[in-house]
T-cell receptor, first 114, second 115 residues
Framework: DVKVTQSSRYLVKRTGEKVFLECVQD?????MFWYRQDPGLGLRLIYF???????EKGDIPEGYSVSREKKERFSLILESASTNQTSMYLC?????????????FGDGTRLSIL | AQKITQTQPGMFVQEKEAVTLDCTYD???????LFWYKQPSSGEMIFLIY??????QNATEGRYSLNFQKARKSANLVISASQLGDSAMYFC????????????FGKGNQVVVIP
């Protein structure tokens, strides 16, 4: 089974801090994604990556950056955390090429910015 | 513009009954894929079922089936014989086949199964 692991289930940080959310997958997937989920808004794509050192902006990239130095690891960075970034963050990965491949998700990180 | 629409309010369903969750989508592509995910209160997203735009048969996976009506651009999820463990949020998502495997998600349907 595909395993996508997010480093923390719950995280509390302070306004202005630099925050790192880590995601690791063990199935050699090319594509990795970061979403945030807010009540009533569904999942919104922040950034995605289709290869090492490659990244693409999603629908809501403002206030975030990402890093993909190794194929299995995709990090989301909040450069200067703000209270409106309090949310549930979900990481996902998938293979390239087959349209029927689902995205596999981690368990999510509930981030609170105080 | 919203690509995936899920508009039903929260639903209560009796255990052992079937429930249908509506999903309509908007695309000009001929080739695309539709996915349903389940998210229990614990937060993880669980893949349930997939339907390709060229698939002639409606997809089925155990108690889950997809009522795919291409002309109407709808892909409704049917859960048969509901169980208490089916209580969750359900998300419909679409992949348009332009190569990077992005998904567009709907806002979800809340289902509560009552004994």
């Amino acid at each position: 089974d595909v395993k996508v692991t997010q480093s923390s289930r719950y995280l509390v940080k302070r306004t202005g801090e630099k925050v790192f959310l880590e995601c690791v997958q063990d199935m050699d997937h090319e594509n990795m994604f970061w979403y945030r989920q807010d009540p009533g808004l569904g999942l919104r794509l922040i950034y995605f990556s289709y290869d090492v050192k490659m990244k693409e902006k999603g629908d809501i990239p403002e206030g975030y950056s990402v890093s993909r130095e190794k194929k299995e690891r995709f990090s989301l960075i909040l450069e200067s955390a703000s209270t409106n970034q309090t949310s549930m963050y979900l990481c996902a990965s998938t293979l390239t090429g087959e349209s029927n491949q689902p995205q596999h998700f981690g368990d999510g990180t509930r981030l609170s910015i105080l | 513009a919203q690509k995936i629409t899920q508009t039903q309010p929260g639903m209560f369903v009796q255990e052992k009954e079937a429930v249908t969750l509506d999903c309509t989508y908007d695309t000009s592509d001929q080739s695309y894929g539709l996915f349903w995910y389940k998210q229990p209160s614990s937060g993880e997203m669980i893949f349930l079922i997939y339907q390709g735009s060229y698939d002639e048969q409606n997809a089925t996976e155990g108690r889950y089936s997809l009522n795919f009506q291409k002309a109407r651009k709808s892909a409704n999820l049917v859960i048969s014989a509901s169980q208490l463990g089916d209580s969750a949020m359900y998300f419909c998502a679409m992949r348009e086949d332009y190569g990077n495997n992005r998904l567009a998600f709907g806002k979800g349907n809340q289902v509560v199964v009552i004994p």
